[in-house]
């Protein structure tokens, strides 16, 4: 093929692509505009109230600078509540990694009765969040919950406790919420699962190893990009949780198990001139969203082949 040849088929070819990517561009652009100004003016409406004492009504605003963000940043409450909400996310991702890793393999095998155990698994993922945790929280009830009753009838009643209400417990228990969803991990394991080369796992069994020697070896490490994504995404989801602990505990006993949401709920609800300063904590979680996001960027980025 000649130089003239290849070089006016590399032109049409650029064309093309060109092409596509602007009839693409054309079928995306309203859902883009409504995109964007969402959230840009989410972004404004946030960075404006951020720097106000106002009320619900958004009435009468009076402009208070930085203060806001003065008396969040000083607030033990709010550190209180992030802190949960990485001990939370860290939680999770030890069960991901693990329990949501064996069950997606596990299932990937083909065991019998297979379609069961992923409604099992994932019903939860599926369902409303808040009717979990509702259902959660009235089971541990320390009257009438079906956990201390169940204890009671088979004469367990000495270790019915009060779940709700004593401080370990309750952040115990919302802890376990937090590990009861893991259907989304075991929805991604279970999708790369399916795109792994079958070489290296035929090697090993020739060579005589055993399934979890195969799991913890093979498995395990080839699907890293998997643990990444996982870790990042259950990270980036407890800072969007509220309903976990809203319906559960309410952050209670005391603030033992707020978290952001809860918190900034809170606050939004109050009745008082606190919109500013929820807005000030949204700007903060924002900020740590957004780095952790940068994070996730980072961390997936597909390396550039070498020229």
Not at 21 to 28: E, H, S, T, W
Not at 169 to 198: K, Q, R
Not at 222 to 247: C, D, P, W, Y
Request: charged share 15%; glycine share 10%.
């Amino acid at each position: 093929m000649s130089t003239e040849t290849r070089e006016r088929e590399q032109s049409t070819t650029k064309r093309r692509k060109r092409g596509n990517g602007l009839v693409a561009l054309v079928f995306l652009s309203p859902l883009l505009v409504i995109y964007l100004v969402y959230f840009l003016y989410s972004i404004f409406f946030l960075g404006q109230t951020s720097m106000q004492r106002v009320g619900i009504s958004l009435l009468r605003p009076v402009e208070v600078g930085f203060e806001n963000f003065a008396l969040l940043l000083s607030d033990s409450v709010f550190w209180q509540s992030i802190g949960n909400n990485l001990v939370y996310a860290a939680i999770s991702i030890v069960a991901a990694l693990t329990v949501a890793f064996f069950i997606a393999v596990s299932l990937s095998t083909g065991v019998r009765g297979r379609r069961v155990f992923y409604l099992v698994f994932l019903l939860p993922a599926l369902m409303p969040v808040s009717l979990v945790a509702t259902i959660f929280g009235s089971m541990l009830q320390e009257r009438f919950g079906v956990l201390n009753e169940t204890l009671r009838g088979v004469g367990l009643g000495a270790l019915a406790q009060s779940w709700l209400t004593e401080p370990g417990l309750a952040y115990g228990a919302v802890a376990v919420i937090f590990c009861y969803l893991i259907g989304l991990p075991v929805m991604y394991y279970t999708a790369d699962l399916a795109a792994l080369p079958t070489s290296s796992l035929e090697a090993a069994r020739i060579d005589g190893a055993g399934t979890f020697r195969i799991m913890r070896s093979i498995i395990y490490p080839m699907m890293r990009g998997t643990h990444i994504t996982v870790i990042l995404a259950l990270l980036l989801g407890s800072f969007r949780a509220l309903e976990q602990v809203l319906f559960s505990t309410d952050g209670g006993p005391g603030t033992t198990t707020e978290i952001v949401g809860t918190y900034l709920y809170g606050y939004v609800n109050s009745g008082g001139k606190t919109i500013g300063f929820a807005s000030a904590a949204s700007v903060v979680v924002l900020l740590i969203a957004l780095v952790i996001s940068l994070v996730q960027m980072y961390a997936t980025r597909t390396p550039k082949a070498d020229r």
